[in-house]
């Protein structure tokens, strides 16, 4: 198929590359623009940037889709199909309407629960045993169009991170599988009644707050690693928290409780198994204790 491509983030490059792998005739990657980062604000491009450059396919960076010419010059590649993956624009009536086909989205969650922007963080969160990957017709709605398949996986004690990883590739199979017989699938709609909303990750929901269930933190830890990564202060550093596990003991919430780190909360306690310092690779528990004395009674922030 003649498609256009459109997708930011690591998420989207499986898709892309699968897209490519299977013969697709990609038009133009869409991505947004390359942003200052780092200690130099240096120019970083995106993920599929990279990707797509490396293939040999046209890159495109617009800031907005909402100018005439933009919708003009992508109407006039004339694709048959837009495949989307976590491309952060909004697509204006004029783009959804475009393309012979439509556009298909890759959407990080069992639709029509986590509609929006960290599907993935807010199921470990929520605690939910299975989440998964839709691949849907785009509307104007957020995350509201038709279902053409749904792929489901087991969260376990997964992180936000290894989720991540393995949903982008099952979510590029799953596309690969729609368009090799989009004209034989049939479309379901969405219950609107059972939909739950998944908004962006606010930095200042990492830090822990000690006072809560073990539980509920084990769940934080995983669904905020890699990033932005759960995080409390220790001596006026402040320590990310990557991995830790339920321990069936109680105390003073924040406190330190044994030599192995185990940390009092509201209910119950988490052991740290991995920890990173500032400026410094992650590590396990054991490294961390090695370097850093915590000593048993400490009170953590």
């Given at each position: 198929m003649r498609i256009v491509f459109m997708g930011t983030p690591a998420f989207a490059v499986p898709t892309l590359q699968a897209l490519h792998a299977a013969g697709h005739q990609l038009l133009a990657a869409y991505t947004q623009p390359p942003r200052r980062a780092g200690r130099g604000k240096a120019e970083r491009r995106s993920p599929v940037h990279e990707a797509a450059e490396a293939r040999g396919i046209a890159?495109?960076?617009?800031?907005?889709?909402?100018?005439?010419?933009?919708?003009?010059?992508?109407?006039?590649?004339?694709?048959?199909?837009?495949?989307?993956?976590?491309?952060?624009?909004?697509?204006?009536?004029?783009?959804?309407?475009?393309?012979?086909?439509?556009c298909l989205n890759v959407h990080a969650s069992?639709?029509?629960?986590?509609?929006?922007?960290?599907?993935?963080?807010?199921?470990?969160?929520?605690?939910?045993?299975?989440?998964?990957?839709?691949?849907?017709?785009?509307?104007?709605?957020?995350?509201?169009?038709?279902?053409?398949?749904?792929?489901?996986?087991?969260?376990?004690?997964?992180?936000?991170?290894?989720?991540?990883?393995?949903?982008?590739?099952?979510?590029?199979?799953?596309?690969?599988?729609?368009?090799?017989?989009?004209?034989?699938?049939?479309?379901?709609?969405?219950?609107?009644?059972?939909?739950?909303?998944?908004?962006?990750?606010?930095?200042?929901e990492a830090r822990i707050d000690w006072a809560k269930p073990a539980e509920l933190l084990e769940r934080e830890v995983r669904a905020f690693a890699p990033f932005p990564g759960s995080w409390f202060e220790l001596d006026g550093e402040r320590i990310k928290l990557l991995r830790a596990r339920m321990i069936g003991v109680n105390g003073a919430p924040g406190t330190?409780?044994?030599?192995?780190?185990?940390?009092?909360?509201?209910n119950a306690a988490l052991r740290p198994v991995e920890l990173q310092r500032a400026g410094r690779p992650a590590m396990r528990a054991a490294e961390f204790l090695r370097g850093m004395s915590v000593p048993v009674g400490a009170v953590l922030r």
């Amino acid at each position: 198929m003649r498609i256009v491509f459109m997708g930011t983030p690591a998420f989207a490059v499986p898709t892309l590359q699968a897209l490519h792998a299977a013969g697709h005739q990609l038009l133009a990657a869409y991505t947004q623009p390359p942003r200052r980062a780092g200690r130099g604000k240096a120019e970083r491009r995106s993920p599929v940037h990279e990707a797509a450059e490396a293939r040999g396919i046209a890159v495109r960076h617009p800031v907005t889709l909402r100018d005439l010419e933009e919708q003009a010059a992508f109407a006039a590649l004339e694709a048959e199909v837009a495949v989307v993956a976590a491309y952060g624009l909004i697509l204006p009536r004029p783009v959804l309407e475009a393309t012979a086909r439509g556009c298909l989205n890759v959407h990080a969650s069992l639709l029509p629960r986590w509609r929006g922007a960290a599907p993935i963080q807010r199921a470990i969160l929520a605690g939910d045993p299975v989440t998964g990957v839709t691949i849907m017709r785009m509307e104007q709605g957020l995350d509201t169009g038709p279902m053409l398949a749904r792929v489901r996986l087991q969260v376990e004690e997964k992180t936000s991170g290894e989720l991540h990883a393995e949903l982008a590739v099952m979510g590029a199979q799953a596309m690969i599988e729609v368009l090799a017989d989009l004209d034989g699938l049939r479309a379901e709609e969405q219950e609107d009644r059972e939909a739950t909303h998944a908004p962006k990750i606010d930095k200042a929901e990492a830090r822990i707050d000690w006072a809560k269930p073990a539980e509920l933190l084990e769940r934080e830890v995983r669904a905020f690693a890699p990033f932005p990564g759960s995080w409390f202060e220790l001596d006026g550093e402040r320590i990310k928290l990557l991995r830790a596990r339920m321990i069936g003991v109680n105390g003073a919430p924040g406190t330190v409780l044994d030599a192995e780190l185990t940390i009092a909360c509201g209910n119950a306690a988490l052991r740290p198994v991995e920890l990173q310092r500032a400026g410094r690779p992650a590590m396990r528990a054991a490294e961390f204790l090695r370097g850093m004395s915590v000593p048993v009674g400490a009170v953590l922030r």
